[in-house]
Nanobody, 124 residues
């Protein structure tokens, strides 16, 4: 089992920044990649970004490219999501997830473990 705990959500004005963290514990050696997803009220869960533990290769959805940065600290088993130039449409519950695979990382079904999520609210 892998446990994931997110932190760092909150309320910010449009144009502001927030940084999310996701600390992984347990059988983290069984995972090869981490992802961030978000879900706004009444909307389907949406892929945001992913990163591979080993290579550090990253993947982003188009709407956050140039604004969000995913990174990882392998020693701390922690993944970060730096969010800049936030927009009201970024408002959602953000969840991190761990995958034992390395392909199809935009697909939520590729992830085996999920955190509880953290609320991000961007006011206009």
């Amino acid at each position: 089992q892998v446990q994931l705990v997110e932190s760092g959500g909150g309320l910010v004005q449009a144009g502001g920044s927030l940084s999310l963290s996701c600390a992984a514990s347990g059988r983290t050696f069984s995972t090869t990649a981490m992802g961030w997803f978000r879900q706004a009220p009444g909307m389907e869960r949406e892929f945001v970004a992913a990163i591979r533990w080993g290579s550090g290769i990253t993947l982003y959805t188009d709407s956050v490219k140039g604004r969000f940065t995913i990174s990882r600290d392998n020693a701390k088993n922690t993944v970060y999501l730096q969010m800049n130039s936030l927009k009201p449409e970024d408002t959602a519950v953000y969840s991190c997830a761990a995958s034992s695979g390395a392909i199809g990382l935009m697909d939520a079904s590729r992830y085996d473990y999920w955190g509880q999520g953290t609320q991000v609210t961007v006011s206009s």
